[in-house]
DNA sequence: TTCAATTTGCAATTATGTTGCAAATTGGAG
DNA sequence: CTCCAATTTGCAACATAATTGCAAATTGAA
């Protein structure tokens, strides 16, 4: 992660009235280290570091202030980093080994969006896409 | 429902080597009382008539031979009918009063998968697509 | 440095999903 | 229709995931 990644999740915490702790500091660098990841994953690695709770309550004011966002990945979601992190971007899930390959669109899905939200009057603030299937080298 | 619904399910049912119970005719009819539903709402209709486990094991089975899949809509996952019964779409899920609109669509999203699935050398078996916001009604 | 407000960690609780097993049900053979 | 092996059910117990109350510690602003 950038010191600028740094930089920016204190500034969203500020902004929305949030301390920095280490607590919140230690879970989002757990987050930053791999992703998309479980929270299971996260609470291994916070072990004797942050408890349980706190992470998971932390998890909970990243969600809420947009640091981070739940991808639904197979049957488990996993936590990734918002768009202002990684970029906007969409997932191929290997249903095998479960790699995930990170794949970019805007024209399709936001054209789509576009129309359909139109047609219903919809506003749309959030979307995602996923593709679950098999991966070059899983499939037979 | 109507009564090809059931005789699907029954063929289904049988065609995968299950049996046709009560429990599982009980739980089918619970799944296509309303939809998308959570786990949580079909148990609770499922109270004193299916026992819980039961509810668990065969929605996992139904799931299993394709009768139903899980829709993830904001945190929760739903459990709808599979494209057989409702035709394939999507949804456009209201983030304040929880309503769903189905959506269709086979051009833009097929195309994408199409496109990037070669690109990567995937091969794709299942998409989801969703789309959170504000319904006309909740949008202020 | 001081202090009110926020946040943390612990213990306990609730929610969600799974497993082993005896008893009941199902569906096919006779 | 009756019988029976195989499947399925419901119960109790267990396992895992997530949440809550509260005293103690930490934070950040004065």
Redesign the interface.
Known sequence: MTADDLTLFKKRLAEHGYQVTKAREATFKLLVSAEPQTIREILVKAQGVVDRVSVYRNVGVFEKIGLIH?V?IG?K?KLELSDEFVGHHHH?S??KCGRV?D?E?EK??D???KE??AK?????????????????DC?S
């Open positions: 739940r639904h049957w979601y191929l290997c249903l390959i794949i669109d399709h899905i054209d789509f969006i359909v939200s219903f009057g919809f506003e749309p603030r959030r979307h995602q896409f996923e593709v679950d299937g098999y991966c070059k499939r």
